[in-house]
């Protein structure tokens, strides 16, 4: 049973160039969370989607970066025009259909991109 | 505005002793706490997690326990080993919104031989 699977680990961008990050989430799992780190800094919420929707993009940043988690395949994470302060790991997290209860989120090994 | 809050950056403790690790928070919505392991260049492991309804959850050689007036929480591990080392990360969530997990800073624990 294959963990949450991100690619690619690392990622390095000229300045200006687009990333785009991809997530897999655990089989079974319809719910998809994005996260950000900077160095020394705990783990950043950025957006939360379930198949084909949206739920929060309470964290993500309003211009260059958008999700998606389309019906078939994985999730993107997208970043036009990359910034060096772009610079970060990024993790993904999947949970279950949580049906009112809590459920602990599952991550991925994380990209780290890097931007020159 | 910090609103999960890890004061200890770094702990080291002796093998076979116990550890302690201590989070706060803030935002009184929080109902769902959770505490993740994480090695350099990994993604963050799920340990163990408690509701708000509890006061004490325990999971072999860990331990979580919550003080729901004090908004504070604290993971046990008993007893230590070496691979236990790692950055620690407290979590918390709110029940009924996103559920998007807002994470401390991560307190680096060091288990000596």
């Known amino acids: 049973n294959a963990g949450v699977m991100q690619n690619p680990r690392h990622l390095v961008r000229r300045r200006g160039q687009e990333a785009r990050l991809r997530c897999s989430p655990m089989k079974g799992h319809s719910h998809v969370y994005w996260y950000r780190q900077l160095p020394e800094e705990g783990l950043k919420f950025m957006v939360y989607?379930?198949?084909?929707?949206?739920?929060?993009e309470s964290g993500m940043p309003k211009e260059r970066f958008s999700a998606e988690f389309p019906k078939e395949g994985p999730s993107i994470l997208r970043i036009q025009q990359v910034v060096r302060g772009d610079s970060a790991a990024y993790f993904c997290?999947?949970?279950?259909?949580?049906?009112?209860?809590?459920?602990?989120?599952?991550f991925g090994p994380g990209t780290r991109l890097t931007v020159t | 505005d910090q609103q999960v809050k890890q004061n200890s950056p770094s702990l080291s403790v002796q093998e076979g002793r116990i550890s302690i690790l201590n989070c706060d928070y803030t935002?009184?919505?929080?109902?769902?706490f959770l505490w993740y392991k994480k090695y350099p260049a990994e993604g963050p492991t799920f340990l163990i997690s408690i509701s708000s309804i509890k006061d004490k959850n325990e999971d072999g050689r860990f331990t979580v326990f919550l003080n729901k007036s004090a908004k504070h929480l604290s993971l046990h591990i008993v007893p230590s080993q070496p691979g236990d080392s790692a950055v620690y990360f407290c979590?918390?969530?709110?029940?009924?919104?996103?559920?998007?997990?807002?994470f401390g800073k991560g307190t680096k624990l060091t288990v000596n031989p």
């Open positions: 979590a918390a969530s709110a029940q009924g919104g996103s559920e998007k997990l807002v």
């Open positions: 997290a999947s949970s279950p259909e949580r049906l009112g209860v809590s459920h602990e989120q599952y």
């Open positions: 935002n009184s919505m929080f109902d769902y």
């Open positions: 989607l379930q198949k084909e929707n949206i739920i929060d």
